[in-house]
């Protein structure tokens, strides 16, 4: 397994110094990547950090590839609110500066329909409009002039260049549902889930492995986003549980979730020992790249980061 760490890059314990330094001991206690969520318009879940405090994901990627070089920078989700032109074209040249393979992309279609009425893009067929975005920078990372005449878009002899794109980026589709693994399999080269109750994991899994083998793809990447609240004797924090219940059995309808005790590792809280058997048997279910997300303890997030590093991570089978 590969291990990355959610930044602290929104709410009210953002702080810019504290994120850069605590990117560079993530890196020196063993995380081997970082990630950011993306929004233009940031209301925070209901079972979160109240605060709108908000920096924006690719300026964040660009201080940390300036400060810490050799970490690999993670999107998780980034949605498709901006012109295709424009986010190959940053997208670049962002791996300009820390190399292709340093870059995973996990996209997502977004699920509120505020941010896309806001800048004025297309509400409805948010998935359809991702996928001729990704079309798009795939064609335009191979360098050459384009013409483009899509249902979403419609552009005539574009060009990107960079030297970010002498290399692979990898581009994996963050979703839950079993329809999102069929668009997985046909446009992206991973899936990247998100607080999945470990049961219905396996079966996405299971199902992801099947439909790739019937296309013929070879194996893809499989990533995973959870909560982690290690036990650092002050409670929950800013962690709303019974919210976080109900908003894993609206996701995830098949999974029967009523109680804490349900979300069968969506939450993964307690202390050094429990979160190594969790994340070791979602590691066992297979998934290759794991991201803490550690948000409800972002007060406390370099102790909360330091504890991962010292008392998990070196328990943990790497690759």
Known sequence: MKFGLLLPHFGSHMDTARLLDGVAEAHRLGFNSVWVRDHIVYEPHDFEDPDPTWLDPFVVLAAIAGRTPGMTLGTATLIPHRHPIATAQILASLAAFVGPDQVILAWGRGNDDR????????????????????????????????????????????????????????????GGSPRALDRVVRKFDG???????????????ADLRRLATEAEREALDIGLVTLVHPDLGRGAGR????????DTARRYPEKDVKTKDDL?????????????????????????????????????????MAYIGTNVLPRLPRT
């Open 191 to 205: 899936w990247m889930g998100s607080r999945l109750p470990r049961s219905v994991l396996v079966q996405r899994v």
């Open 239 to 246: 962690l709303d549980v019974d919210r976080l219940v109900r």
């Open 264 to 304: 069968d590792g969506a939450l993964i809280m307690g202390d050094a020992n429990r979160i190594v058997e969790e994340v070791g048997a979602y590691g066992e279910a297979g998934v290759q790249h794991f991201i803490f997300d550690m948000r409800s303890q972002f007060e406390v997030w370099d102790e909360a």
């Open 115 to 174: 941010e896309f009425e806001a800048v004025e893009t297309e509400v409805r067929k948010r998935g359809e409009m991702l996928e001729e975005q990704i079309e798009i920078i795939r064609r335009l990372w191979a360098g050459d002039p384009i013409d483009h005449h899509g249902r979403f878009y419609n552009f005539d002899r574009v060009r990107v260049s960079s030297p970010g794109l002498r290399g692979p980026t990898r581009h994996w589709y963050g």
